[in-house]
């Protein structure tokens, strides 16, 4: 494939992302379950994120774009995993996870601050602050006790590999056996060290011709990047119907980026 296929996916992608924002934006959360809002405000950084894997694509940074991929991923493996099964329950754990590590992390700086004196600042309104820490970490408990009240027996995970099999044996609708836990391969064998740049992360950017000469470049064409970003904001539409977030029809466009992109892999396999 060459860059005009980034270029009409691209454009399918956009009009997709505009369809349903207007559709979004029309619709009354009242009444909402927590399964229902969390997919509601999940959609914004789904597409803001695919919409900068495109970008760099179309500028051939595709390794860049890897970084982006990899957080797709695991969004999208979160995403699936707290509607298959046990909602509630899932999202709590979560929810519950998230103060957990605010917490660890606001008792992290403290201990910092009183072992380095001079990172603490005298403005109680700021982060290294240890008045303003104390406040804080009382803040944060406070909301993880009325979880704890509201959910005695909280049940979830809060491993990704455990999740992609999760969603394995939860059977999502129109996924191929085996698909989460691919993702969670190529998130941590494939896009893991270019994310981090550790060792072999600054191979990814090195390159070596036949003479032996070194050369560095951003990555590939892309075409893999792109698409499986793409995918993602496709099967995030869906959940949006699916979970009566919206009613009605799917839109034309979702099933016309889908055709899209198979009628792109049937010509690239072709070739």
């Given amino acids: 494939m060459d860059n005009k296929y980034i270029e009409g996916l691209n454009k399918k992608f956009l009009q997709l992302k ?7 934006s029309g619709v009354n959360r009242s009444g909402h379950s927590h399964l229902q809002n969390y997919i509601f405000f999940a959609h914004k950084p789904v597409f803001s994120f695919t919409e900068a894997i495109l970008i760099l694509c179309e ?4 390794n860049a774009a890897k970084v982006l991929l990899r957080a797709l991923f695991e969004a999208h493996i979160d995403i699936i995993y707290h509607q298959i099964n046990e909602s509630e329950q899932r999202l709590a754990f979560s929810a519950k996870r998230m103060f957990d590590e605010r917490i660890t992390i606001l008792n992290e700086i403290l201990s910092l601050i009183k072992k380095y004196p001079n990172l603490e600042s005298q403005d109680e309104t700021k982060l290294f602050n240890s008045t303003y820490l104390t406040k804080a970490l009382a803040d944060q408990d406070t909301h993880r006790q009325a979880i704890l009240r509201a959910n005695p027996n909280l049940n979830g995970t809060k491993h990704l ?6 969603c394995e044996k939860g059977e ?6 085996g698909s989460f836990e691919r993702m969670y391969s190529l998130i941590y064998r494939q896009l893991s060290p270019v994310a981090h740049l550790n060792i072999e992360g600054l191979q990814e950017f090195v390159g070596q011709d ?3 000469k070194i050369f560095f470049h951003d990555g590939d064409n892309g075409d893999f990047i792109a698409t499986q970003a793409v995918g993602i904001s496709i099967a995030l539409s869906k959940d ?3 979970n009566k977030i919206l009613t ?3 839109i034309i466009i979702i099933q016309e980026t889908e055709k899209f992109i198979a009628q792109a892999n049937i010509q690239f396999q072709e070739s």
């Fill in 210 to 212: 036949e003479y032996g």
């Fill in 248 to 250: 009605g029809e799917q």
């Fill in 59 to 62: 500028k051939k940074k595709s």
């Fill in 240 to 242: 949006l119907y699916d």
């Fill in 18 to 24: 505009q369809e349903i924002t207007h559709l979004l």
């Fill in 172 to 177: 999502v609708k129109n996924s191929e056996p």
């Fill in 161 to 166: 590999q455990d999740k992609a099999k999760l």
